[in-house]
């Protein structure tokens, strides 16, 4: 079993910054992508960013240039770097994590959430 635990977040103001860490600890043996998602009231979960075990980044295009997603591969831990951060940015955000634990299981594991709020 793989937990995910999330660390950042809270209330800023448009244009402002904020960073988000995941912490994964469990039966890992490797974790093919680390990935930070996010939900806003009444709409349904997205991606918002992934970075391989290779290194490689996507990003949902409504936060290219504004967010990075960053890791400590061997620590199990990745980030998320928001800035110019706007209203509808507002949501839950998750991270996630794939990967390998033992024995070829595959597992799916994703944070327990937490709050970002952009005011206006």
């Known amino acids: 079993q793989v937990q995910l635990v999330e660390s950042g977040g809270g209330l800023v103001q448009a244009g402002g910054s904020l960073g988000l860490s995941c912490a994964a600890s469990?039966?890992?043996?490797?974790?093919?992508?680390m990935g930070w998602y996010r939900q806003a009231p009444g709409k349904q979960r997205e991606l918002v960013a992934v970075i391989t075990s290779g290194g490689s980044t996507n990003y949902a295009d409504s936060v290219k240039g504004r967010f990075t997603i960053s890791r400590e591969y061997a620590q199990n831990t990745w980030y998320l770097q928001m800035n110019s951060l706007k209203p509808d940015d507002t949501a839950v955000y998750y991270c996630?994590?794939?990967?390998?634990?033992?024995?070829?299981?595959?597992?799916?594991?994703w944070g327990q959430g937490t709050q970002v709020t952009v005011s206006s």
């Open positions: 996630n994590a794939r990967g390998y634990s033992d024995y070829d299981v595959v597992f799916d594991s």
């Open positions: 469990g039966n890992i043996f490797t974790i093919n992508a």
